[in-house]
C-alpha cells in the first residue's frame, strides 16, 4: 500500500528565507509524486509533479521539488519565501496504474513572517 | 478553458438527510475524482469515474455514492446524513496525464 509523510504540521519562516517542506513516500511501485498548495476557502492547485525523467522537478510560484529513490523522498524547496506563499501543502503519490487515485499526506501548513 | 466547477459551495442539512452534489470537468477530460477533507482525516478519496464507469472506490461506507453522466459532468450523494460527513467535498478532473486540476469544493454541514 502507498502512503505519505509529511513531517510538521507548521513550518514559520521569515520573509526571504529558504522554504523548505518534507514529504517522505512508502511505494512498492514506482510512484508518481505531486505537490499541491491550498489557499484558504479554495481547492487544491498543483504546483508540480514528478512521474518519471529528470529527478529534480521545477513547479510554478519558484517552488521546486527533488526525487530521491534511495531516501524515499519528496522534499519541496523554494529559495526565497514571499507572504503570498501563506498557505497549506499538501505532497500526494500516485502508483500510476490503472486509476489517477491520489494518497495524501496530512499536510504542511506555511507561515511565513514578514 | 474554464476549471472544474462545483454546485452548490455551501450546504447545510439535516442528519438523515440526503445529499447530491455536482461537479463539471474542465472540457475533454474524461476522468472525475471525489475526495472529502476534514481536519481530522485530512484529504481521503472517495472514487474516481472515468467514461461513466467507477475505476476505483475508497475506503467509504455505502451511503457514499456516484456516478458520470455521457458529458463527464459527475454527481455524489451522500444519503442518511451524520454529523461526521462534516467536510469539503472536493472533486478533481484529469485528461490522462495523472495531472489531476481540483474544483473549489462543497462546504457540507450536517447538523
Known amino acids: 500500500a502507498q502512503s505519505v509523510t509529511q513531517l510538521g504540521s507548521h513550518v514559520s519562516v521569515s520573509e526571504g528565507a529558504l522554504v523548505l517542506l518534507r514529504c517522505n513516500y512508502s511505494s512498492s511501485v514506482p510512484p508518481y509524486l505531486f505537490w499541491y498548495v491550498q489557499y484558504p476557502n479554495q481547492g487544491l492547485q498543483l504546483l508540480l509533479k514528478y512521474t518519471t525523467g529528470a529527478t529534480l522537478v521545477k513547479g510554478i510560484n519558484g517552488f521546486e521539488a527533488e526525487f530521491k529513490k534511495s531516501e524515499t523522498s519528496f522534499h519541496l524547496t523554494k529559495p526565497s519565501a514571499h507572504m503570498s506563499d501563506a498557505a497549506e501543502y499538501f505532497c500526494?503519490?500516485?502508483?500510476?496504474?490503472?486509476?489517477?487515485?491520489?494518497?495524501f499526506g496530512s499536510g504542511t501548513r506555511l507561515l511565513v513572517r514578514p | 478553458k474554464a476549471g472544474v466547477t462545483q454546485t452548490p459551495r455551501y450546504l447545510i442539512k439535516t442528519r438523515g438527510q440526503q445529499v447530491t452534489l455536482s461537479c463539471s470537468p474542465i472540457?475533454?477530460?474524461?476522468?472525475v475524482s471525489w475526495y472529502q477533507q476534514t481536519p481530522g482525516q485530512g484529504l481521503q478519496f472517495l472514487f474516481e469515474?472515468?467514461?461513466?464507469?467507477?475505476?476505483n472506490k475508497g475506503n467509504f461506507p455505502g451511503r457514499f455514492s456516484g456516478r458520470q453522466f455521457s458529458n463527464s459532468r459527475s454527481e455524489m450523494n451522500v444519503s442518511t446524513l451524520e454529523l461526521g460527513d462534516s467536510a469539503l467535498y472536493l472533486c478533481a478532473s484529469s485528461a490522462e496525464s495523472y495531472e489531476q486540476y481540483f474544483g473549489p469544493g462543497t462546504r457540507l454541514t450536517v447538523t
Open positions: 469515474y472515468f467514461s461513466e464507469t467507477q475505476r
Open positions: 500526494a503519490v500516485s502508483d500510476g496504474r490503472s486509476s489517477y487515485k491520489l494518497i
Open positions: 472540457s475533454g477530460h474524461r476522468s
